[in-house]
């Protein structure tokens, strides 16, 4: 009998362990999380919007870690801090491999899912993998009128290690490497809207408008819904992949002005298509447009053009 109840104990220990430890998927609607919450009080989850924000109200058992701490500089936003940074940083928030962790932001336009991306890549690229990102952030969990709160969540550091994935990220030697040698093994995805990749917008960060050489345009905005600010259903995201062969090539490299809007385009073709091999190249073209080499670029505007983008401003402002 003592046989018995040791076994049953074992039985159930083993099965509370795997409830509390239970992953999610990638993506989660905020009446998901909701009951991943309720059934799991102790989920690692990340509010990225501002301090004001997150003070004003936020997701009960949220920790406050503003998207400003997971970036560059301001002359290159996109630039990927290194590992004893991070590592710092993710031991302060308290994060460990033994519960799920779900990044959340406003939810305030398509652009700003690209942070929630952002850091969930950053995260993975550190070795911490069972991560998932609310779909339409603060926004839909408010909409879907659960539970907000206003006080801070205490944080107990851990002790938690990282270790970078160098098969998530790319950098500009590597990517460089590919162009020169026109290596056709991979596709070279430009996630901006279709006014930047064609040269007749720039981002501030950027010395110059255009794309970088043999990018193809893939806007990180066909991903949402037409009537709100979500990712649309997967089964819809899997057949735009398809239907624009997005998912043939051997390697997949996603870049924008500063690795914000590509973050999306990461997001989607590696954890909701199940591309295999899609990586971010972080800097992107604020990196790639201020070497002082002039890499290799396509669609840049010619200097009459640059000369009258100057001018425009000028009497603009």
């Known amino acids: 009998m003592k046989g018995f109840y040791a076994s049953l104990a074992f039985f159930l220990c083993l099965v509370f362990t795997n409830a509390q430890a239970a992953s999610y998927q990638p993506l989660l609607e905020a009446p998901e999380l909701a009951v991943a919450l309720s059934n799991n ?40 801090g290194d590992d004893a940074y991070f590592e710092q940083l993710v031991r302060e928030l308290g994060l460990t491999q033994q519960q799920p962790i779900i990044v959340y932001s406003s939810g305030a336009d398509e652009t700003d899912f690209g942070a929630a991306a952002r850091v969930y890549w950053t995260l993975k690229y550190l070795g911490l993998t069972d991560l998932s990102v609310l779909n339409g952030g603060f926004q839909q969990w408010q909409q879907a009128e659960q539970t907000i709160v206003t006080q801070s969540t205490p944080v107990q550091g851990s002790q938690v290690t990282v270790q970078s994935n160098p098969k998530l990220v790319i950098f500009k030697d590597e990517l460089l490497e590919k162009i020169t040698q026109q290596d056709a093994t991979y596709q070279l995805l430009d996630a901006r809207p279709p006014i930047f990749y064609q040269g007749k917008a720039k981002a501030p960060t950027a ?26 259903p997967v ?22 002005n500063t690795g914000h809007w590509a973050a999306t385009n990461w997001f989607v073709l590696s954890e909701l298509a199940g591309v295999d091999n899609v990586r971010l190249y972080p ?32 009497v603009n402002d």
């Open 235 to 256: 089964a819809e995201i899997k057949q735009l992949v398809r239907s624009q062969g997005l998912d043939q090539a051997q390697e997949t490299v996603s870049f924008c």
């Open 207 to 232: 010395s110059t408008g255009g794309t970088i050489a043999s990018a193809q345009n893939t806007p990180f905005g066909q991903w949402f819904n037409d009537n709100d600010t979500r990712i649309r």
């Open 41 to 80: 009080p102790a989920l690692q989850i990340i509010d990225i919007r501002s301090p004001e924000d997150y003070a004003a109200g936020h997701i009960p058992n949220a920790v406050s870690a503003p998207y400003g701490k997971w970036r560059g500089p301001a002359d290159n936003p996109g630039k990927l």
């Open 283 to 314: 800097a992107s073209l604020a990196e790639w447009t201020q070497d002082k080499a002039s890499l290799p670029m396509a669609n840049t505007p010619s200097r009459l053009e640059q000369i009258k983008a100057k001018f425009s401003k000028l």
